[in-house]
DNA sequence: TTGTACGCGTTATCAG
DNA sequence: CTGATAACGCGTACAA
């Protein structure tokens, strides 16, 4: 269907010097109130906001005159639907239960989440980038909610458990993607983690020859965390290696909080059996938990039971015991990922043809699996004295 | 009048069936795909997805389908543009020197900014709404930050100290503000507020009347936050009213931080002078590294000093001595200043004429002054028995 | 050096 | 019930 007529009618173009047209949706100044009261015409005014080419600088004064007066900010909607990007990231993390009741007195799934979205902030501030947040209620569909968000972004950063691996491939046609504590396995996404594998051999080595702990157990969170699965799999494969003892019976499963960790460990010991020389937990959060319910139930920490937690959250440190954990680096973290974003990002924008994306050198050359590294913080919850430098 | 025909190079003009036009800057779909292969047009699309008017079945299905088969997302940049707004609330805070370092071992500001920001994200969610995350760096120009981030939103929360409450009247013309832990006397923007002043009463009602601790010091944050200022005065003052003893040589300053106010306590003990009976504190953070400094100084806490801090971040209750504070609702401030601001907004919508925006009724009768309830935990700090429920 | 005329992808207003 | 098309505010080839 083709050879249709356009009307004569000038079909809706502007006349030149700014006169004006029909409604207005909001009352700020736009780029034509400036070039009006400048004199000039809307083409100059933006040359000079964003200092292209030469301008003759009685010309420039007279426009930043105008934009001063009229205290004129160029909207960012506009800008980002003429100039292709809008230059904002989302970050988007599933929620607990408890995180989408306003009302409750449970913890949230917080600090590191937390911490991730400060380094993220940051970072994007460095980059001229505005980071847009969106935590997903527990039971929403949340490939939905990914992709109603990916409209207003340029890239997504996903945390955690926010899709299933296999689903990322559908979103990165849409937008660049991060995974940032994915399992490093993802072919589809750049992928930003802690080094979780590392970690977790530190702490089993950290209880086998250092104290004699052989005997543990593991506090897991949610099945569908690549973090949490990956901490549990890589204690339990280097207790075995050390000649420990802890299977695949001896992991629990909670959900990131103090609470929910020390109602399953209550449940567990109030059920009998032997108690384990060490308890590890996939946060530090958890471990507080653990920690609060072996208390209520008599058993010492570190001399009946060592607890150790992983994060490094800011207040492990004045917690009795302070908290022996893993310090990994959240914020960096968070403000890698926003790096590799905008940098898949930049490398998008070079090459409009969507089939040479993949391939272009400043896209490939990019890392695809960032790994931070992890560290031992050693304090006195696992039977060692707190040494000064940790308090 | 009509007669021009459209060539294949297309003088810009739409050709009615979606056949397509010059340079596209992504390589997503649009609503011209969707209508041509739904062979419908674009208007009956974007009909169908605003599910506006009636729409015979049979089309809608067909709009549908095309819509599930490119998967197709309606830009929010050209919504944006298109409807007026951007259904974009930001939320901006002031950094510490402490969280502009990346690498800083220093703790953050944190924990009260991030269940705001928390509570935010959750209430804006709700609303339809998504959140902008911006923190401002030490050292910037705020004013100018806020500006260019109004841009990219409908409104904007600032938390604390962001702008000085004379400067936003400016701000307000371009968009509607809320003033999130603000003093609650600007009469240019809606105030969003905790009830500094009732929670700093009960603290100096609880010293005295329960504990007969008179003389006592006040750890306050930064001089141009609301907060702080709101909180030291009010202390002052009801500790004068009961008969008790804080002036201003009795108010430290510090920055939010336990290492910030561990260290200035500390230069204050080593001073020399009398202890104080007890030390209350702007925040939680402030109280731990208060009673970092004191126990570092061989001083017990709460036998020789008592002490108490403000917001009841989680592991208040976890600390050795479980830290008596003021609770105050963060999530719901966050989901409170949301509230109020995308109530603001839509009261704005409705008056394009921005003359009568602030007598308009469904915006006049909103509150501008919502105040929070704070309330007293007592804990151990301040030399109760910790009681079971607050553990 | 500056101005004109589109185009970006939507929504909304008219005609039919 | 549906289609054509004018805005929305800004960037930018192309002309002048």
Known sequence: ??????????????????????????????????????????ATVSRVLNDQEAIRPLTRDRVLKAVRELSYVPDGAAKGLSRGHKHVVGLMFANTPADDDLSSEE???????DSVIRGAEWSANRLGYSLLLSGIP?????????????????????????????????????CPVVLL????????????????????????????????????????????????????????????????????????????????????????????????????????????????????????????????????????RYLTPPLTTVRQPSRELGASAVDSLVGAVRGRALTPHAAGVAHHPAYARRPVDVVLPTQLVIRNSCGCPTPREAI
């Open 1 to 42: 269907v083709d050879g249709l007529e356009v009307d004569s009618e000038g079909a809706g173009s502007r006349d030149g010097a700014g006169a004006y047209r029909g409604r207005r949706l909001s009352a700020l100044p736009t780029i034509y109130d400036v070039a009006a009261k400048a004199g000039v015409s809307i």
């Open 107 to 113: 913890e949230l799934n917080l600090l590191f989440t």
């Open 138 to 174: 527990a039971g929403a569909d949340r490939l939905r909610a990914v992709r109603a968000l990916s409209a207003k972004v340029d890239g997504l950063i996903l945390l955690d458990r926010v899709v299933a691996e296999s689903q990322v491939s559908s979103l990165t046609k849409r």
């Open 181 to 316: 504590a994915g399992s490093g396995r993802c072919a589809d996404a750049l992928t930003v983690r802690a080094d979780n594998e590392g970690g977790m051999r530190a702490v089993a080595e950290h209880l086998v020859n250092e104290h004699g702990r052989r005997r543990a157990w593991f506090v897991a969170a949610y099945p569908d965390s690549p973090d949490s699965a990956i901490r549990a799999a890589a204690f339990c494969s280097a207790m075995a290696d050390l000649g420990g003892d802890c299977d695949a019976a001896d992991v629990l499963s909670a959900d990131w909080t103090a609470s929910g960790a020390a109602r399953v460990l209550q449940q567990r010991l109030t059920a009998g059996g032997e108690l384990p020389a060490a308890i590890a937990c996939a946060n530090d959060q958890m471990a507080i938990g653990a920690v609060h319910a072996l208390t209520a139930a008599s058993v010492r920490v570190p001399e009946d039971v060592a607890v150790i937690g992983f994060d490094d959250i800011q207040v492990a």
